[in-house]
């Protein structure tokens, strides 16, 4: 079996279709995924809105985005079946895990000069938390009304 990997899917359905076969569709993707091993992370409808440019002449469509985690067998399949459904104006198929993985080195690389920096200065390498837990603080780290009552 090959690598499971993170993947986005944003497709965009003809205004028209209503929200029964929305679900519908959106079952088959499910389906699809499922069959190769992968998992539906999360889903986001976004709703009807207006199109850059027109397809199919259609000036709006439905938009809804699925994050995926799954090999690149379910990609080809899910590619493949969304070409053939009428319903589906347009999608797009993003490998986003590579993303995610350079993303997480730059803010580890970027914790690690902060804390250089810090070192350098005499400081803790650690920065403190502003807000702790055990210490009620308002609007700019002050004390609240309610909390100087008790002082």
Same mark, same amino acid.
Do not use: C
């Given at each position: 079996m090959s690598q499971s990997r993170q993947y986005e899917l944003m497709y965009i359905v003809l205004p028209e279709v209503g929200e029964q076969e929305l679900a519908d569709l959106h079952q088959q993707v499910e389906v699809i995924v499922s069959r190769f091993g992968g998992t539906l992370d999360k889903t986001e409808a976004w709703g009807r809105r207006k199109l850059a440019y027109e397809i199919k002449r259609q000036r709006e469509g439905t938009y #809804?985005? %699925?994050? *995926?985690? @799954?090999? @690149?067998e379910m990609v080809k399949e899910l590619d493949r079946r969304?070409? #053939? *459904? +009428?319903?589906v104006m347009r999608h797009l198929i993003v490998r986003v895990d =590579? +993303? #995610?993985r350079i993303a997480e080195r730059r803010r580890t690389e970027r914790e690690a000069a902060v804390a250089k920096r810090r070192v350098a200065r005499g400081l803790p &390498? =650690? /920065? &403190? +938390? !502003?807000? !702790?837990? %055990? =210490? &009620? /603080? @308002? !609007?700019?780290? =002050?004390l609240d009304a309610e909390d100087r009552e008790g002082e």
């Amino acid at each position: 079996m090959s690598q499971s990997r993170q993947y986005e899917l944003m497709y965009i359905v003809l205004p028209e279709v209503g929200e029964q076969e929305l679900a519908d569709l959106h079952q088959q993707v499910e389906v699809i995924v499922s069959r190769f091993g992968g998992t539906l992370d999360k889903t986001e409808a976004w709703g009807r809105r207006k199109l850059a440019y027109e397809i199919k002449r259609q000036r709006e469509g439905t938009y #809804v985005l %699925d994050f *995926i985690t @799954g090999p @690149g067998e379910m990609v080809k399949e899910l590619d493949r079946r969304l070409k #053939v *459904i +009428d319903q589906v104006m347009r999608h797009l198929i993003v490998r986003v895990d =590579e +993303d #995610v993985r350079i993303a997480e080195r730059r803010r580890t690389e970027r914790e690690a000069a902060v804390a250089k920096r810090r070192v350098a200065r005499g400081l803790p &390498p =650690e /920065a &403190p +938390d !502003r807000f !702790r837990e %055990d =210490e &009620p /603080a @308002g !609007r700019n780290g =002050e004390l609240d009304a309610e909390d100087r009552e008790g002082e």
